[in-house]
């Protein structure tokens, strides 16, 4: 935890400390502030602890310690009624991973929890009205995720603190609301998708009736979807700009003025923002990046016009040369067009051998209701500068194309999504910027998945690179993975049991005999969302088949790497499985040993 003082950025939070949490496995904002005290939860055993700033020396407990370890989590952590915050607790009933039933709670400064009841097995933190009367928040049910259809809620605060019956105001019926907040006349304003795009409405809230009116309607997404809680991807500015709202248009930050019907862009060369929003009297504040920078906290000071960087990256970036600059592109497909961003090899001190074309790789993003979007990966300028091209594909069912552009994949995961990613890899080869014979695919969960089941459907790829995947789709769905996905497929794949054999057929587990290329597998072995047994799976189905692959596994990593020395065995092993497949030798990285 950090904080901006006159003096610069300080440390509020040293190691061990680490505020960060688990609810739906994905976790969700972690602290909030209450009268010069810092309230947020810790990694370790997941409570809620509070720190008053300049004063105390160690934060103090103020959840219970359970009876489980991570046995009751905590998130979204939000200011309640004075001296207590408000946040969403999960309980761990039993032993399998979709055990658990959420409430909403209040946690006391003195250390005391009062649950404010549930509406929903999914909820954000509530939000209190400025005037103190009512609260607000959104819920949604199984089998839905919250970017198909949720509901925002509403309840009258009553005298001993607790919530009176809530009643749906909004959303719903396949309309997803993906953030509200109060606004200073004691209205809502809430993104949501009635009309398909994610766009700013305001709601009003009279004696017996709910008028909602949209801000500013257009065919673009200013929200997307909410895999953890407490994304924020707009924010009222406030002060002298009350009325005006800073929100998120295409990744960057931009500034509605509703009376005039303006969305007006921010000028920050910084593209890409994180749905991290917020503002106060016309400053905002936020997670900016873009092709040459990577993830920095930035303000902007909409009345001075000037941008000041917060925060600076926490190891030396390469010389910009270095970085490739990534193209945005569309490519025809049998659904429609696919949007892409392309990496080339970007090395200002190689370059290929005349009449060579480069080998290029498909990064298939997570999600897969996820995106890519054209930011500084150092993981990608691993690959670009030692030769390898890279193509982030946004295949059919990725965010930030609207609702149809995303229900392309309903139904359809591991139809839709690996045909865009082959169309996409055949068109560069196609039009002579690939190397159509050293084509790879690569990917993480989701991706993962994609990247399975391409390497055992697929021709087109000389080499697969799958990392914590869904291998065995029954075994995930039945139980495999946390309660936060475990319905995730009934809506891109179908309803069990009548679809059964839809979920068998499109399981790469199923197809292992039909392996077209080699394979190298990353997994962490404390994955509670694809668990390690997923991929040892997949690697004991196509052990003494002749075909090239490894398995790598990393010890205390959970879905996805955290840890500096697993980044980079596992990117050291991907250059060494790529240069062994493709035709090359690197430079200075351990040998991976295949096995067949």
């Known amino acids: 935890m950090m904080r901006q003082t006159a003096d610069g950025p300080q440390e509020l939070l040293a190691a061990p400390w680490n505020a960060r949490n688990r609810v739906q496995e994905y976790g969700g904002q972690p602290w909030t502030a209450i009268d010069g005290v810092l309230v947020f939860t810790n990694w370790d055993d997941q409570r809620v602890y509070a720190l008053r700033v300049g004063e105390d020396t160690d934060p103090r407990p103020l959840t219970p310690e359970p009876d489980v370890p991570h046995g009751l989590r905590y998130s979204d952590l939000r200011p309640g009624l004075p001296r207590e915050a408000w946040m969403v607790r ?30 929903h097995h999914f909820m954000t933190a509530p939000q209190l009205s ?30 001993d603190g607790t919530f009176g019956p809530h009643r749906v105001i909004a959303g719903g019926g396949g309309v997803s609301v993906c953030q509200v907040a109060w606004d200073s006349d004691g209205s809502l304003v809430a993104l949501m998708d009635p ?16 008028t909602t009116q949209c801000l500013y309607a257009a065919e673009e997404e200013h929200g997307g979807p909410m895999w953890m809680l407490g994304s924020r991807w707009f924010a009222p500015l406030g002060g002298r700009h009350a009325g005006k709202y800073v929100m998120l248009r295409k990744g960057r930050p931009a500034v509605l003025d509703p009376d005039a019907g303006t969305l007006t862009d921010v000028d920050v060369d910084l593209p890409s923002w994180a749905p991290a929003i917020a503002a106060r009297d016309g400053r905002i504040a936020g997670v900016g990046a873009g092709p040459k920078n990577t993830a920095r906290v930035v303000t902007v000071d909409l009345d001075a016009g000037s941008v000041e960087a917060l925060s600076v990256p926490t190891s030396e970036l390469p010389p910009a040369e270095y970085l490739p ?13 696919i949007p892409a961003y392309v990496y080339p090899p970007t090395n200002p001190d190689f370059a290929a051998p005349e009449g060579e074309l480069p080998p290029y790789v498909v990064h298939v993003h997570g999600g897969p209701t996820g995106a890519v979007s054209p930011t500084a990966d150092l993981q990608i300028a691993y690959f670009t ?15 930030g194309y609207g609702r149809a552009f995303r229900e392309r994949l309903r139904g359809n995961w591991g139809v839709v999504d690996v045909a865009d990613c082959e169309a996409v890899a055949k068109a560069l080869a196609a039009e002579g910027t690939a190397d159509g014979k050293r084509l790879g695919i690569r990917g993480g969960s989701a991706g993962g998945y994609t990247s399975a089941l391409s390497s055992v459907t697929c021709t087109t790829y000389a080499a697969a690179t799958i990392m914590f995947p869904v291998i065995d789709m029954l075994t995930f769905v039945e139980g495999g993975t946390h309660d936060f996905e475990s319905q995730y497929l009934f809506g891109l794949v179908g309803e069990l049991p009548e679809d059964r054999q839809r979920y068998v057929d499109r399981s790469p587990i199923t197809h292992t005999d039909s392996l077209a290329c080699p394979v190298l597998l990353l997994q962490g072995l404390e994955d509670e ?14 052990r003494g088949k002749g075909i090239p692959h490894a398995y790598v596994a990393f010890e205390g990593e959970q879905h996805g790497f955290r840890r500096a020395e697993s980044i980079i065995t596992a990117l050291e092993s991907e ?10 030798e690197p430079v200075g990285v351990p040998q991976l040993s295949l096995d067949k």
Request: with cysteine.
């Open 575 to 584: 250059l060494s499985f790529y240069g062994q497949i493709f035709g090359f």
């Open 325 to 337: 600059e990534p193209e945005e592109r569309w490519f025809p497909g049998s659904e429609g067009d």
């Open 90 to 119: 999960e309980t761990v009933t039993g032993a399998k991973p979709t055990d658990v039933v959420r409430d909403l709670v209040a946690v006391t400064l003195s250390g005391q929890v009062r649950s404010l009841g549930a509406s």
């Open 130 to 159: 400025p005037d103190g009367r009512l609260a607000v928040w959104i819920g949604w049910e199984h089998p839905n995720m919250p970017w198909d259809s949720t509901e925002l809620v509403i309840a009258e605060v009553q005298g």
């Open 529 to 542: 969302v694809c668990p390690p047994e997923q991929a040892e799976a997949f690697v004991a189905a196509i």
């Open 195 to 210: 009309d398909g795009w994610w766009n700013l409405h305001r709601i009003t809230l009279a004696e017996n009736a709910v």
């Open 385 to 399: 500068s030692r030769g390898i091209g890279v193509v982030a594909v946004n295949y059919g069912g990725s965010s």
